[in-house]
């Protein structure tokens, strides 16, 4: 982590990775260790293991609002969605058994960028669309 080029290797692995569960095996190691030891482990105890996916991917973007919620002192809850989408995402693409690793970089990049950016836009419509509400439910 501390190497000159360590944010371009991770990008680049990531962005690179043959599926897009690969992508969240590469993508911020030391928070995804944390995540799956932590909110994937015991939750596997109870539910599914895709369950557990969803449920850790739920927390993690449950955690990003909570840091936007502290920096700006209000949050709409984008990242949440934005991260149950990707988790779903990870889970139609594991049940699609995608492997884009005979592909080159450039076209694994594009790949695994379309998904992320597909769930931004999907989450911020839904947004859009419910409406953001405070904290008496109310729009």
């Known amino acids: 982590m501390g190497s000159s ?10 962005l690179g990775a043959k599926n897009f ?14 995540l799956g030891q932590k909110v994937f482990k ?29 920096v700006r002192g209000s949050t709409s809850f984008l ?6 989408l990707m988790g ?6 594991r049940l699609l058994n995608h492997d884009f ?7 694994r990049a ?9 769930c931004f836009i999907l989450s911020t419509c839904l947004i859009n669309l419910f409406g953001t509400l405070n904290s008496n439910g109310v729009r």
Not at 5 to 14: A, C, D, K, T, V
Not at 110 to 118: E, G, K, T, V
């Open 88 to 93: 779903a995402g990870v889970l139609i693409t």
């Open 21 to 34: 569960s690969t992508f969240w095996n590469y993508w911020n190691p030391i928070f995804g260790y944390y």
């Open 101 to 107: 690793s005979e592909k080159k970089w450039v076209v």
């Open 42 to 70: 015991p939750s596997r105890r109870y539910f599914l293991k895709s369950v557990s996916l969803l449920i850790t991917f739920c927390f993690c973007g449950l955690l990003h609002d909570l840091v936007t919620l502290l």
């Open 5 to 14: 080029h360590s944010l371009r290797n991770n990008l680049s692995r990531s």
């Open 79 to 84: 990242f949440t969605i934005w991260f149950i």
């Open 110 to 118: 594009l790949i695994n960028a379309s998904i992320i950016i597909c």
